[in-house]
């Protein structure tokens, strides 16, 4: 038969990875991965209850020094993690937030920044 396709269907991803700063205004606290964790699902039960605190938020990167850190959330939970950690903004008493600066289904993504690319370098590799 002339003009046969496949049909490919593509499912949507088990996970999404976010690349995630926690700003503390001037506040210095000692933070580690679990205080970092903790931090999180606090900001998750408090919005969402019981459901948002049942969400399975994996940190996969934590950089101490700055508080950066890379986030793996089942898709399914993407929004309330992000609009848990968006609206949080206290700790200990002190203002704080959360600032989301990556989202990607794809973890090798976060490390790529389209704003870094120059022309050159585009002429460069062809």
């Known amino acids: ?6 049909r490919i269907v593509l499912k949507s991803p088990q996970y999404h990875y976010m690349m995630v700063q926690l700003d503390l205004f001037g506040a210095k606290a ?3 991965s679990d205080l970092f964790k903790n931090l999180i699902m606090k900001a998750l039960k408090g919005l969402h209850g019981d459901v948002g605190g ?4 994996d940190i996969i ?7 950066k850190s890379i986030l793996r959330v089942p ?20 203002p704080c937030h959360f600032k989301v600066s990556k989202v990607s289904p794809h973890l090798p993504s976060l490390s790529v ?6 022309s050159e370098l585009l002429l460069e590799k062809v």
């Open 1 to 6: 038969m002339e003009g046969e396709f496949e």
């Open 30 to 32: 000692n933070f580690d």
């Open 54 to 57: 049942s969400i399975s938020v």
């Open 61 to 67: 990167r934590f950089e101490k020094k700055s508080l």
């Open 75 to 94: 898709s399914i939970g993407l929004v309330k993690v992000w609009s848990a950690l968006t609206l949080y903004s206290s700790h200990n008493d002190k």
């Open 113 to 118: 920044n389209s704003r870094d690319f120059t």
